[in-house]
């Protein structure tokens, strides 16, 4: 270390080593009480959506299951509305002492580029913690369309020139945007009708007012396997576990074609770095529990497990590809 002295001459003071060791030591005593000492009282987990849907779904098993762990209440806090950006909005707001946690979906990425405002920066706001679940969408048909295939729901799309109607649960939501990337890879023209909550656009699909409709693997199982949905291929990289004799879309001859949903943790930046690891550290014992993968394959959900880090890497291109095809569909809310 030096300094420079009033006359312009310099002198150089030595730091012991032993003492730089003792820096460390300390600070590093530090960062293990402050995980140890973590959480003081109740912490808070907002859940951006409505009580029922995946999030929330998500949200209350991690909180159960992290009441347990800390020998403190988790408690969800549902804060729906603005396509889950009041909520978290909510959360960018909060003390980052980790007692506020977020619980984010797709939309945590989609939402920047579909707004002209946002209320919160994706990359600044918050510190990811760990990416909880994946899980494809399912493309589906009422069973009435006289389609049983990919190929033939395109085939009778451009025979019908843009007469039939789609579903979605919302202008911007992952649904509407995963039916405009098909019609623009496929090459077709479907009629949009939003709805306000997937549930209504769900109910009009098995009443045959719509015919087709992007939905989470997860609320749709129970009509595939009532028959009261056809479902026709999922939307991920590979084959869903929960079905596994469905192909993608990208088998089905759309090469390309990936919409994967998910579900994670984030805490407001600013958070300590002990405080995120002790986090990412139940979140991988939670996940990696028998009753979890079992929980998570009832659903069709699958357990991804990626710590503060990968998880970050995976928003950032999250928001990239999220933002492509916003600009793609023309869809913007304001």
């Not at 549930?199 to 719509?210: F, N």
Request: charged share 20%; with cysteine; glycine share 10%.
């Amino acid at each position: 270390m030096k300094r420079t002295c009033r006359d312009g001459c310099r002198r150089y003071f030595i730091v012991p080593f032993g003492l730089l060791a003792a820096f460390g030591a300390a600070w590093w005593c530090a960062s293990t009480a402050v995980a140890q000492d973590y959480p003081r009282r109740v912490v808070r987990l907002i859940a951006p959506f409505a009580p029922g849907g995946q999030v929330d779904v998500v949200s209350r098993f991690t909180a159960a299951r992290l009441t347990t762990a800390f020998g403190r209440q988790v408690v969800v806090d549902n804060r729906p509305g603005a396509g889950g950006n009041l909520g978290t909005e909510i959360a960018a707001r909060a003390e980052p002492d980790g007692h506020t946690l977020l619980m984010v979906s797709s939309s945590y990425a989609i939402n920047p580029s579909l707004h002209r405002t946002s209320p919160y920066d994706p990359r600044k706001s918050f510190t990811p913690v760990h990416l909880v679940v994946t899980a494809p969408n399912v493309l589906l048909v009422h069973p009435s369309l006289p389609v049983k295939s990919v190929k033939e729901l395109v085939a009778f799309a451009r025979a019908q020139r843009g007469t039939i109607p789609y579903a979605s649960s919302g202008i911007g939501t992952p649904p509407h945007l995963a039916a405009e990337l098909f019609s623009t890879v496929a090459g077709i023209l479907l009629v949009h009708v939003p709805y306000k909550g997937g549930g209504a656009a769900v109910v009009d699909l098995i009443s045959g007012q719509v015919a087709v409709m992007f939905l989470g693997i997860a609320p749709a199982m129970p009509y595939i396997n009532a028959r009261r949905l056809r479902a026709l291929a999922t939307t991920g990289r590979e084959r869903a576990r929960a079905l596994p004799a469905l192909p993608t879309i990208a088998e089905a001859g759309f090469k390309g074609f990936e919409i994967t949903n998910w579900v994670g943790l984030l805490t407001p930046a600013g958070t300590p770095q002990p405080i995120v690891e002790r986090l990412h550290r139940e979140m991988t014992t939670v996940g990696g529990s028998p009753k979890a993968r079992d929980f998570f394959d009832r659903l069709g959900l699958e357990p991804a497990g990626l710590g503060p880090a990968p998880f970050a890497r995976f928003v950032e291109t999250e928001l990239e590809k999220w933002a492509r095809v916003v600009k793609a569909s023309g869809a913007k809310v304001d």
